[in-house]
């Protein structure tokens, strides 16, 4: 199974700061048709996970441009240019290359 | 807009089978873009993910449940099941169905449902 580990496991932020979160994959998710295989998700407060970035780099449909994904092969960040009240919750990478898909254990912000 | 909505007994007793049921309007289960996907969260933990049924039916499963899940699709109700066999007190969780895009420069859980919570008593 691929493992995946985020870091830090707990961020507090000052709003209007900037955050970032590393995420590392035990092996490369870089598929053979040059996406990586990598998806961050948002948990808010008693919600369901929301998708934010998905192929790595790609923000999805709403999503708000202060969010970024970056990284390839093993190695990836995503980034917060400016953090709102709204973006508290938990942060999660994951990826889908192969069976397992697996999660890392969850980044969570809070605000200062 | 896509609306996905996770249904079952809120309780399982404990060797016991639990199933769900994830209803999808606003679209199909049988574009071929998509998978739909199972995916669990223990109370106050991370997310797992349990498995996962193509358009086709084709399936994969989490190998540290593969001997007791199934995931099947109805297409004439345009829902997904999830059925998970002989379970324990380990299996209780908030239990979430998502759609798979598998589309063109796509791998990720696009959509989900609210999650339902499944606790297994002994």
């Known amino acids: 199974d691929i493992v995946m580990t985020q870091s830090p496991l707990s961020l507090p932020v000052t709003p209007g700061e900037p955050a970032s979160i590393s995420c590392w994959s035990s092996?490369?998710?870089?598929?053979?048709?040059?996406?990586?295989?990598l998806n961050w998700y948002l948990q808010k407060p008693g919600q369901s996970p929301q998708l934010l970035i998905y192929v790595g780099s790609s923000r999805a449909s709403g999503v708000p441009d202060r969010f970024s994904g970056s990284g390839s092969g093993t190695d990836f960040t995503l980034k917060i240019s400016r953090v709102e009240a709204e973006d508290v919750g938990i942060y999660y990478c994951m990826h889908t290359l192969q069976s397992p898909y697996t999660f890392g254990q969850g980044t969570r912000l809070e605000i200062k | 807009q896509l609306r996905l909505q996770e249904s079952g007994p809120g309780v399982v007793k404990s060797s016991q089978t639990l199933s769900l049921t994830c209803a999808v309007s606003?679209?199909?289960?049988?574009?071929?873009?998509?998978?739909w996907t199972w995916i669990r969260q223990p109370q106050e933990k991370g997310l797992e993910w349990i498995g996962v049924?193509?358009?086709?039916?084709?399936?994969y499963y989490n190998p540290s449940l593969k001997s007791r899940v199934t995931i099947s699709v109805d297409k004439a109700k345009n829902q997904i099941s999830l059925n998970l066999y002989s379970v324990t007190a380990a299996d209780t969780a908030v239990y979430y169905c998502a759609r798979f895009n598998t589309g063109r420069g796509h791998a990720d859980f696009d959509y989900w449902g609210r999650g339902t919570l499944v606790t297994v008593s002994s």
């Open positions: 049924i193509s358009h086709s039916g084709g399936t």
């Open positions: 092996q490369s998710l870089l598929n053979s048709n040059g996406y990586n295989y």
């Open positions: 606003g679209g199909s289960v049988s574009s071929g873009d998509y998978s």
